[in-house]
């Protein structure tokens, strides 16, 4: 751990030096450079970083990096670059963090936005007023839009590969996996701020620094609505899944599955390609498609033998009590056919509706794979968790009969991409009575969604 | 969603927009002010574009909307004294713009089967009168003072040919920051008391958390909607048509984020709700009984003037303040188990969440007396847990079916020989009226 230590401080004295260095050389790049518009854009950079994004996951994220670019545009590479050193003065961390990731932080942003700056300026980009004497189309592609492109990528690589270099070093993660996880699909979301960018350092040279502050109250107004809707996401994620564990806490077996399952099935969702809408979407339809257990006797749910036709038929009702519940919400329709078909088999055998291949809504056969994956991979009263190996063996097994090929696919590939922990194969302290307990059914019922042993 | 017929309140704000406008539009004829041509292409031009952003709608955390057309309009009453070439934009022309805007959309919105703004756009209309008289007011009063240009003076060396700006200049000082202030002041007040005096109409509840919750929801969309108009303003005499779409763009923003928030919020809601029902599926409760629980929890609380997010938490804790029976292993059991201990139990599940601490109150208070024997009213229990101490045990005593099968007016009576010890005598008196508004007793 001193050795990490020791390797992040060399890493950041190296970063502060390289960064002093650029920064040097950016405002060698600017021409006319003007402390005025370092006061302005540093004083902007400043405001908007009080107001950072806090994402759902817990990440804090500003958005000055649409300051540095129009401070560039309006100004100059030496002037953003040095606007931007204003932006790490935000009031709410500096006392909290240590210093070494204040200095880290700001010789990061420096580096960043020195480094776009000269890479604008090398592109042939156009800087100030003469930015704006341009009407020919073409001259603004060449001189405008493609050097923005170039910075804007610059910006990106740099700024992600050294903050995810510093989280490798420091928590002894892989480079690639963090920046892959963390930063990889923020590109979009840069190319975005950096036309906004454009677009109010275009208006600081046109119509003055009034016009700017017009822009950035809106968007301040949206950020803090945009806030408020993340910030409710995030406690209506935690409020559900905290009910959703409440009402299966009934059944003791399946602490936690629905949460885990629920994760899986977005995983999975997302390696068979679907679109963030349908991602989010099976996210909730999967968290709740067992609900309607509660609406089945405790005497059937937790019988320890194998099931009477009758309390079978009985049930049976459950994927059925869980619409009635779910149907209340708007979710997509798909998202309540999910829960509705949760049971059902590919050869016909399954309930509600004895549905065969495709007639499965898709939701539903990805569900039924995450949801059997889960099942096998946790440890149980009869058995010890198999692992994430085992696991796959005996679903390829059931491959066609039981479950669809393509969503098996899918879950192994979004498994090995982001990996799955067996629970409770490694704390055998969590349970540890009903673990020392002989097993009361080697067979699995139908009631966790596991019947593929059963043949 | 299903519209709303109209209301008193609406019809007069309605005819207050028309005879506004009709005189507006008499003066703009009777003055001459669309004489130019190009005052007319000005004109149609910022018409089209309030047309466009009244398209745009976005719905308040009191489910009322809000269209968004507004903004170009006060953007086009602060043109006035920055156009050289033209004249100032007067009064009866913008509220003339506006409504020619306005009407352009709302056929749009006819031929599209969308849902019409006209009783929001008509509070529009009279905020924008109040708004940009006083702006103006204020122009002139300046204007008078000192013998200056007024707003932004964006233009210092302008061609004599096409009066368009050749230099550029850096200045804010001249804008009057004062009348821009007083300009929203006046729109957030008229705009307010119209929207409250609809509000109250509908439903009639104490003013001031209604006043206050209608600040609180359009006060920051009023701010950026200002700032937008004020942003066209300043923009639109270099770059004529092309600060359209430069205006749109943080108008469009605030809108997907306002959208965003409200369908979280509506989700929210009916995810509570439908897990709510759980207990009942289960036959733990009486169908229906926590839905009802909440819906009179929320009348009385805005009987009782609680503000809007307080209401939220009251109607959640109502939905789920059964929720804790979910931890009894068999339905049958039900009537065993010690209410107490399910309160305990449900509070911790909400609590659990690491979200509303406060709901987790409510509902782990639920059955706790207003006050005990020989005490005063214990100040610990919150108004929320009162009120839903009195609607759940309302609601068990008039169940449809139920053993009891009491009148309203019985269990009235019987709550009120509670009011001793059990039930809070405010809370009594709002339920009462609650009841007689409902045309139940």
Redesign the interface.
């Known amino acids: 751990m001193r050795e990490g230590a020791a390797r992040v401080r060399i890493y950041v004295a190296a970063c502060c030096l390289a960064a002093g260095a650029t920064a040097m050389a950016a405002v060698r790049e600017s021409s006319h450079f003007s402390w005025a518009a370092v006061i302005g854009f540093g004083a902007l950079a400043f405001v908007v970083a009080q107001f950072p994004f806090a994402l759902p996951d817990g990440g804090l994220y500003d958005i000055s990096f649409v300051i540095t670019i129009a401070a560039l545009m309006a100004s100059g590479p030496g002037e953003a670059a040095i606007a931007t050193l204003f932006a790490t003065l935000s009031l709410r961390d500096a006392f909290h963090r240590p210093p070494i990731r204040n200095i880290f932080n700001a010789s990061q942003l420096l580096l960043t936005a020195a480094l776009g700056g000269i890479v604008y300026v090398r592109t042939g980009g156009f800087v100030g007023t003469a930015l704006i004497s341009q009407s020919a189309g073409s001259t603004l592609v060449r001189h405008a839009f493609l050097p923005l492109l170039a910075a804007t990528a610059t910006n990106f690589f740099v700024n992600t590969f050294l903050v995810s270099e510093a989280i490798s070093l420091s928590e002894g993660r892989n480079f690639a996996g963090v920046w892959r996880r963390g930063y990889s699909q923020l590109i979009g979301n840069y190319t975005a701020f950096a036309l906004l960018g454009l677009l109010i350092g275009v208006l600081k040279i046109l119509l003055g620094w009034g016009s700017v502050l017009f822009v950035l109250m809106p968007l301040l107004v949206a950020r803090h609505a945009f806030q408020a809707a993340f910030t409710m996401q995030g406690a209506y994620d935690d409020t559900v899944k905290g009910l959703v564990a409440a009402i299966e806490a009934k059944d003791p077996y399946t602490r936690g599955h629905a949460q885990r399952v629920s994760r899986l099935s977005e995983m999975t969702a997302r390696a068979y390609g679907l679109s963030e809408e349908r991602c989010r979407a099976i996210r909730y339809s999967a968290l709740m498609h067992d609900v309607g257990k509660l609406g089945v006797l405790s005497r059937v749910l937790k019988k320890p033998g194998k099931l009477t036709p009758e309390e079978y038929e009985h049930m049976k009702v459950h994927p059925e009590r869980g619409v009635e519940i779910v149907q209340e919400i708007d979710l997509l329709q798909e998202a309540i056919d999910g829960v509705r078909h949760h049971h059902e088999r590919m050869d016909g055998h399954g309930y509600p509706g004895g549905l065969v291949g495709d007639q499965i809504p898709l939701f539903a056969r990805l569900i039924m794979v995450c949801d059997a994956f889960d099942s096998m991979t946790s440890t149980r009263v009869y058995r010890v968790a198999k692992t994430v190996e085992e696991a796959f063996v005996e679903l390829r097994r059931c491959a066609g009969t039981q479950f669809d090929e393509a969503s098996l696919n899918a879950l192994e590939k979004a498994v090995s991409r982001n990996g799955w922990e067996p629970i409770g194969r490694e704390e055998p302290d969590e349970e540890p009575i009903e673990l020392k307990q002989p097993p009361t059914r080697m067979e699995k019922g139908p009631t966790d969604g596991t019947q593929v042993a059963s043949r | 969603m299903a519209r709303r017929s109209l209301r008193d309140s609406d019809h007069v704000i309605g005819a207050g927009a028309l005879a506004a406008l009709g005189i507006a539009i008499a003066l703009v004829i009777v003055h001459g002010d669309l004489s130019k041509v190009s005052d007319i292409k000005i004109f149609g031009a910022f018409a089209l574009l309030v047309a466009a952003s009244e398209m745009f709608e976005v719905t308040l955390p009191n489910n009322e909307s809000f269209s968004l057309g507004i903004a170009p309009a006060l953007g086009f009453a602060l043109l006035g004294p920055i156009l050289v070439d033209i004249h100032h934009k007067t009064l009866p022309e913008v509220l003339t713009m506006f409504a020619v805007g306005v009407g352009i959309a709302t056929a749009m919105r006819i031929s599209m089967k969308k849902d019409l703004q006209l009783v929001s756009s008509g509070t529009h209309l009279l905020a924008l009168a109040g708004g940009t008289a006083v702006y103006q007011s204020f122009a002139a009063l300046a204007h008078r003072m000192a013998a200056h240009p007024f707003i932004?003076n964006?233009c210092q060396t302008k061609n004599p040919i096409t009066h368009s700006c050749a230099g550029?200049?850096?200045?804010?000082t001249d804008?009057s920051i004062f009348g821009l202030l007083a300009m929203l002041l006046v729109v957030v007040l008229i705009e307010t008391t119209l929207n409250t005096f609809r509000q109250v109409d509908r439903n009639p509840v104490p003013l001031k958390p209604v006043f206050i919750g209608q600040v609180r929801s359009t006060g920051?969309?009023h701010?950026?909607?200002l700032?937008?108009g004020?942003?066209l303003a300043?923009?639109y005499p270099?770059?004529r048509e092309w600060s359209f779409p430069?205006f749109l763009?943080?108008?469009a923003?605030?809108q997907?984020?306002?959208r965003?928030?409200a369908s979280?919020?509506?989700?929210?809601l009916?995810?509570?709700?439908?897990?709510s029902?759980?207990p009942e599926?289960?036959g733990y409760t009486q169908p229906g009984h926590s839905k009802r629980v909440a819906q009179l929890s929320v009348e009385i609380a805005q009987e009782l003037g609680v503000a809007q997010q307080d209401i939220d938490e009251i109607e959640y804790a109502a939905l789920?303040h059964d929720?804790g029976r979910?931890?009894i292993?068999?339905p049958a059991d039900a009537q065993d188990a010690s209410k107490l201990e399910l309160a305990l139990t449900g509070a911790g599940?909400?609590r659990?969440?690491?979200?509303?601490p406060r709901v987790a109150d409510m509902i782990e208070k639920q059955y706790e007396p207003y006050r005990r024997r020989g005490e005063d009213a214990n100040p610990g229990l919150s108004l929320g847990a009162k009120i839903i101490k009195v609607s759940s045990a309302f609601d068990d005593l008039t169940r449809p079916g139920g053993t009891l099968g009491l009148s309203t007016w019985d269990v009235l009576e019987r709550l009120h020989l509670g009011m001793a010890y059990e039930y809070d005598p405010q809370v009594i008196q709002a339920l009462t009226r609650v009841l007689e508004k409902r045309g139940d007793a």
Not at chain 2, 270 to 275: C, F, K, P, S, Y
Not at chain 2, 352 to 356: L, P
């Open positions: 932004f964006t550029v200049k850096d200045t804010f804008l920051a969309l701010l950026s909607i700032s937008v004020a942003l300043i923009a270099p770059l430069l763009a943080p108008l923003a605030t997907f984020a306002f965003q928030f979280i919020r509506k989700t929210y009916q995810t509570i709700g439908a897990l029902r759980v599926m289960a789920l929720i979910v931890s292993p068999d599940i909400v659990e969440t690491g979200h509303f």
